[in-house]
């Protein structure tokens, strides 16, 4: 198995700062990526920005210049820093990742329990 496990969120007002981690453990051979998608009320779900074992980001446009992903791959962690918050950026994050497993031969993806972002005055 593979669990990820988020920490951080919560309420903040709108230009307010927020930091997400995300720890990945379990029986895991190799991990590619992993990143953060989220889910607004009514919406699907998006990505946010996914970072590779080998230092590639991806970011979606609406947060570019505002969040910034980190991963290490050794300690099997991710953190999403996310500057200027604003109200759209509201939803639940969910931790992803892509690994493979050491009784598998191919990667897949894996899913935290999402965590509540709020901004809100």
């Known amino acids: 198995q593979v669990q990820l496990v988020e920490s951080g969120g919560g309420l903040v007002e709108p230009g307010g700062s927020l930091g997400l981690s995300c720890a990945a453990s379990?029986?895991?051979?190799?991990?590619?990526?992993m990143g953060w998608y989220r889910q607004a009320p009514g919406k699907e779900r998006e990505l946010v920005a996914v970072v590779t074992n080998g230092g590639r980001t991806n970011y979606a446009d609406s947060v570019k210049g505002r969040f910034t992903i980190s991963g290490d791959n050794a300690k099997k962690t991710v953190t999403l820093q996310m500057n200027g918050l604003k109200p759209e950026d509201t939803g639940v994050y969910y931790c992803?990742?892509?690994?493979?497993?050491?009784?598998?031969?191919?990667?897949?993806?894996?899913w935290g329990q999402g965590t509540q972002v709020t901004v809100s005055s």
């Open positions: 379990g029986s895991i051979a190799s991990l590619y990526a």
């Open positions: 992803y990742a892509n690994a493979r497993r050491v009784d598998y031969i191919d990667y897949d993806n894996y």
